[in-house]
């Protein structure tokens, strides 16, 4: 992709850096204040959440330990279960942690789900999901983060690590992915 294409498909801006900054802030100290005094592990499934873990648990003022997973999930296209694969693991054991699981966005909800009930086998102390973005309107499975930074639309969102074919993870905002965009034909 050249830099003309790369910068047209960059439809504009839905979440600012400093908008982003000010909930984690807000986020951060409710975790906080919960889990003072309490084991805490962080996990992200990489790679969409690595960006908003790596400002997340900086607002988090608790001790606090911090984890990486990577998963595959598949699905039947005809019905809404489907299994995931966990690619990278965690290197500890869960069950005397709290856990809270530190994700990009929850689309159809299917992975977190899945992976929520993976977790839960582990049996730790307790687990919730903080999510940096939630799509409602793209639910298939029952599913709910709870906490989330921000509800959007239906729109396909890069940036901030989130990707359109491994590309714009690196944008410091949360943008909008031009799906229409055709490079201006000059004559
Ligand atoms: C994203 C995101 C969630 C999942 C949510 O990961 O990080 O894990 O999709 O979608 P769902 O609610 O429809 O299951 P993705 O598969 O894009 O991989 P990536 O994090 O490596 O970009």
Request: charged share 30%; with cysteine.
């Amino acid at each position: 992709m050249d830099m003309q294409e790369y910068q047209g498909r960059i439809k504009g801006v839905l979440i600012t850096k400093e908008e982003i900054r000010r909930r984690i802030a807000e986020v951060g100290a409710e975790i906080s204040k919960e889990y003072e005094g309490k084991p805490l592990l962080l996990v992200s499934v990489l790679k969409g959440a690595f960006v908003f873990m790596a400002d997340f648990c900086r607002a988090v003022t608790v001790p606090c330990e911090i984890g990486f997973m990577r998963v595959r999930s598949y699905f039947d296209s005809t019905v809404s279960s489907g299994e995931v694969e966990i690619l990278m693991d965690l290197d500890q054991d869960i069950s005397n942690y709290h856990v809270v699981l530190v994700e990009d966005i929850v689309d159809t909800g299917r992975t977190l789900s899945l992976l929520v009930e993976r977790l839960k086998q582990r049996n730790p102390l307790s687990l919730e999901v903080v999510t940096l973005l939630d799509k409602p309107d793209r639910r298939v499975v029952d599913f709910q983060a709870d906490r989330v930074l921000f509800t959007i639309e239906d729109r396909f969102v890069i940036g901030y690590g989130l990707d359109c074919g491994e590309l714009f993870r690196n944008l410091p905002d949360i943008a909008e992915y031009d799906v229409d965009y055709a490079a201006e034909v000059t004559v």
